[in-house]
T-cell receptor
Framework: GQQLNQSPQSMFIQEGEDVSMNCTSSSIFNTWLWYKQDPGEGPVLLIA?????ELTSNGRLTAQFGITRKDSFLNISASIPSDVGIYFC?????????????FGRGTQLTVWP | DTGVSQNPRHKITKRGQNVTFRCDPISEHNRLYWYRQTLGQGPEFLTY????????KSRLLSDRFSAERPKGSFSTLEIQRTEQGDSAMYLC???????????FGPGTRLLVL
């Protein structure tokens, strides 16, 4: 199956700093999704990307769908303490897997006040 | 609240017992997915329904696992003769079509003693 490599595995930053994380795949995806998960909760959708090259923002979050369709990145600007959590990328291949999402292993973000 | 709901949120059981989880998707969504998440990993696909039809099952779904969606609305996931390796977070997600993003419920955390 498809393998998603997400990096970095963890980040420790100070409040106000910008954050960047990325995800690469061995296969092409038609859709990239970014989720945030708090302890004991389900993933919450942050941003969805549907076209190669697409750049989409949601408040302080910006994500891009790579031109090769094998990668995506997520930026968080001016981080705040409530940004703490695990961020997951997920890829969707609409053509062959009937909507099955493939997830990375997550980036654990810690924000120091 | 019109999001995906899951019950129970937590379940502790003894090895060898059967457990059943329920998922209520967003009401207008016709696609429903089950994922399993273990510590330090991203969610992994288990199975998928379109309306009441189960269209895809992962190799992770052993014969001890069965999922149903009898009326195309809520779904149940049953694990028979639970094993300690079944301990995980079981997540449900729903979407309207395969092109649409998947929205996750809060999950059911299973601990098998």
């Amino acid at each position: 199956g498809q393998q998603l490599n997400q990096s970095p595995q963890s980040m420790f930053i100070q409040e106000g700093e910008d954050v960047s994380m990325n995800c690469t795949s061995s296969s092409i995806f038609n859709t990239w999704l970014w989720y945030k998960q708090d302890p004991g909760e389900g993933p919450v959708l942050l941003i969805a990307l549907y076209k190669a090259g697409e750049l989409t923002s949601n408040g302080r979050l910006t994500a891009q769908f790579g031109i090769t369709r094998k990668d995506s990145f997520l930026n968080i600007s001016a981080s705040i303490p409530s940004d703490v959590g695990i961020y997951f990328c997920a890829g969707l291949d609409r053509g062959s897997t009937l909507g099955r999402l493939y997830f990375g292993r997550g980036t654990q973000l810690t924000v120091w006040p | 609240d019109t999001g995906v709901s899951q019950n129970p949120r937590h379940k502790i059981t003894k090895r060898g017992q059967n457990v059943t989880f329920r998922c209520d998707p967003i009401s207008e969504h016709n696609r429903l997915y089950w994922y399993r998440q273990t510590l330090g990993q991203g969610p992994e696909f288990l199975t998928y329904f379109q309306n009441e039809a189960q269209l895809e099952k992962s190799r992770l779904l052993s014969d001890r696992f069965s999922a149903e969606r009898p009326k195309g609305s809520f779904s149940t996931l049953e694990i028979q003769r639970t094993e300690q390796g079944d301990s995980a977070m079981y997540l449900c997600a729903s979407s309207w079509t395969v092109e649409e993003t998947q929205y996750f419920g809060p999950g059911t955390r299973l601990l098998v003693l």
